[in-house]
């Protein structure tokens, strides 16, 4: 039976998954970037892009999985097709298709339309509905697994040390400044995978095959071996197990400058993983923090124990297939 169940679903997949999608009907800029978004995603969606109501007779209602309209369209000359729309389609607008599809808040297209403070309001009252609860339970489940997890892996650990010992000498563990809940400063701590003086000239950016990178750090980064010592933090309660990614104070003050609502991923501890490091690339740009702030305020709108455990074995996939981080 398993057998025939994995051949039914491998025959389902090619013939018939790939052949579904999505219909955006907007404006070309939001067609644009739709589009730019989605070359980026680790997962692969397919979308049919519409420009009027005369192309609305060319969908095959069979293979669509629902319309996406934007609001900056109007929709007036669509009012013969209304009927046939709402019987064989899901119409979501985009920013409704972003959440429930992608598991995105696109925080980008709310700027005119949303204020920092509205939104601050709606995210933190989706998250007292679970808080008290919510931030116990997550907390005893930090300090249980992270003990266990640093008990299990500690001779991995000094194994590691070892290692880059041997690559390149003392110190193998060093700690950055990193920015918390609230914007609170805190060290974190990690296993040095670059060269001594990787950053002799300030803070930056690291890069795909950056030339600073050890050779035993390509592997520990791959495996994110090299963060086992963040695991300190998780006790101390300055970071959680699952949150967003915390930034080094000289790169986040850039940033805050050039993503709107950017200070909005402080309203939780960050995390050693989390939805944005599982569900999108590694990111070394202003563009790419943007998209992942996205992911951020989605996880922090829709947080509960379930989305960590998600996220928690998505992070174990990642490291089995060594698709790890190259974070600075």
Known sequence: ????????????????????????????????????????????IKIKYI??????????????????KSDGVNYKNYSIQKNTINRYWNTLNLEEWLEKEIKILPH?????????????LNLSEKNSLFNKINVSVKRIFDIAFS?????????????????????????????QIRVGKHGSLFNIYKIRTMIKKAEKNG?????????????????LRKMRL????????VIQGKMSLIGPRPERPEIEEDLKLKIHFYNLKHLIKPGISGHAQVSYRYGASVSDSSIKLGYDLFYIKHQSLFLDFLIFFKTVKSVINMAGSESI
């Open 1 to 44: 039976m398993s057998l025939v169940k994995t051949v039914s679903f491998g025959i389902y997949k090619k013939f018939f998954i790939d052949k579904f999608y999505w219909v955006f009907w907007g404006n070309r800029d939001e067609v644009e970037y739709l589009k730019n978004l989605l070359s980026l995603l680790k997962r692969k």
């Open 226 to 233: 090299d963060e086992i010592p963040q695991l300190i933090s």
């Open 147 to 175: 003990v266990l997890l640093f008990v299990t892996i500690f001779p991995i650990f000094i194994i590691i040390n070892f290692l880059v010992l041997i690559n390149d000498g003392f110190p193998t563990i060093y700690k």
């Open 203 to 219: 803070a930056q950016w690291s890069t795909k095959n950056d030339k600073r990178v050890l050779f035993i750090g390509k592997y």
């Open 51 to 68: 420009y009027s109501s005369d192309e609305i007779n060319k969908i095959d209602y069979r293979l669509c999985l629902g319309i996406i």
């Open 108 to 120: 980008d297209i709310y700027i005119n339309g949303i204020n920092e403070f509205k939104l601050t």
